[in-house]
């Protein structure tokens, strides 16, 4: 299992790779894009890059952390780290950002409230809460949820998940791709 894990933080890498090698190749091409159509990438990338330099997401790909606390890739291991609820808080309101930002519709609704952020699933008409609450299993839940959000993020731009439990790296994949993509994205020629 823990070879797979590495294996798909690997192809992660060299995803990341390609896309810079991509986005290396696009700026030596001249884009044309209508006035409407280059204000709203400029506005997109502008907002997509303060939210990147406000959630400071650092550290190494299987140990990041976001504004400076560790979000771990384990249930069992946010007991044992006291600011691992605040993590998830702040990754929540990033995740939120960027989909209203981006225009990404995601499938459960999220309320960013720091500590006590929530995630609402439609189809069974539950909240569930981002934080240790009476049970277990509730929270469990709502990591799972949030995460499938975080894969809708990927999903919405061909990317696919490191792993579903990798917060984190996950994010940072879909924020590293996005400014790439907003910086040297091609447009289809009948756009323009």
């Known amino acids: 299992k823990a070879y797979s894990l590495h294996r798909r933080f690997e192809e992660a890498d060299r995803t ?7 986005a290396d190749q696009n700026a030596t091409e001249a884009l044309i894009l209508p006035p409407k159509l ?7 990338l502008h907002k997509v890059s303060t939210l990147q330099n406000i959630f400071i997401l650092s550290g190494s790909s299987n140990l990041l952390k976001i504004c400076g606390l560790f979000l771990p890739n384990s249930f069992d291991e946010y ?19 960027l989909s209203a930002y981006l225009e990404i519709i995601l499938p459960y609704q999220m309320i960013p ?6 995630i609402y699933d ?7 809460p981002l934080f240790f609450s009476i049970s277990d299993d509730m929270f469990r839940m709502g990591v799972y ?15 696919s998940v490191v792993s579903l439990k990798h917060t984190l790296p996950n994010i940072e994949l879909f924020l590293t791709h996005e400014i790439i993509r ?9 756009l323009c």
């Open 79 to 97: 007991k044992n780290q006291p600011n691992a609820v605040m993590a998830l808080g702040y990754a929540c309101q990033l995740v939120q950002s």
């Open 113 to 118: 409230m720091g500590l006590r952020s929530v």
């Open 38 to 44: 280059r204000l709203l990438k400029i506005q997109q």
């Open 122 to 128: 439609h189809t069974s008409e539950s909240e569930y």
């Open 182 to 190: 907003l910086t040297f994205d091609k447009i289809p020629k009948d």
């Open 16 to 22: 990341r790779s390609r896309l810079f090698w991509e």
């Open 145 to 159: 949820l949030f995460n499938r959000n975080v894969q809708t993020l990927l999903a919405s731009r061909g990317l």
